[in-house]
């Protein structure tokens, strides 16, 4: 059984930092390519990062230089690294793992999410 768990939400006032981190079972971590999306209230969800296989990373434009993804293959985690946060990147913030591309049958895994609050 597949499980992706978030932890490390919570409130944060504007400029702050946080750390979001995801531990994965039950899938081949190490060839799965691992990200975060967030969805705020009335609007779609969105990609934040992604880290693939060999470390190939992926951000979107709103959080470059302020957010940084990370992977420790052995220990089947993912991490957000968050500075300066902003009030727009309130949000729930979902972990998710895509199977490699390629694979002839798509795998496309989600967490529950983690609330952050960016409030004064």
């Known amino acids: 059984q597949v499980q992706l768990v978030e932890s490390g939400g919570g409130l944060v006032q504007p400029g702050g930092s946080l750390e979001l981190s995801c531990a994965a079972s039950?899938?081949?971590?190490?060839?799965?390519?691992m990200g975060w999306y967030r969805q705020a209230p009335g609007k779609q969800r969105e990609l934040v990062a992604t880290i693939a296989r060999g470390d190939s990373i992926n951000y979107a434009d709103s959080v470059k230089g302020r957010f940084t993804i990370s992977r420790d293959s052995a220990k089947k985690m993912v991490y957000l690294q968050m500075k300066s946060l902003k009030s727009e990147d309130t949000a729930v913030y979902y972990c998710?793992?895509?199977?490699?591309?390629?694979?002839?049958?798509?795998?496309?895994?989600w967490g529950q999410g983690t609330q952050v609050t960016v409030s004064s």
């Open positions: 039950g899938i081949g971590f190490s060839i799965y390519t």
């Open positions: 998710n793992a895509q199977s490699p591309t390629g694979w002839s049958t798509k795998y496309n895994y």
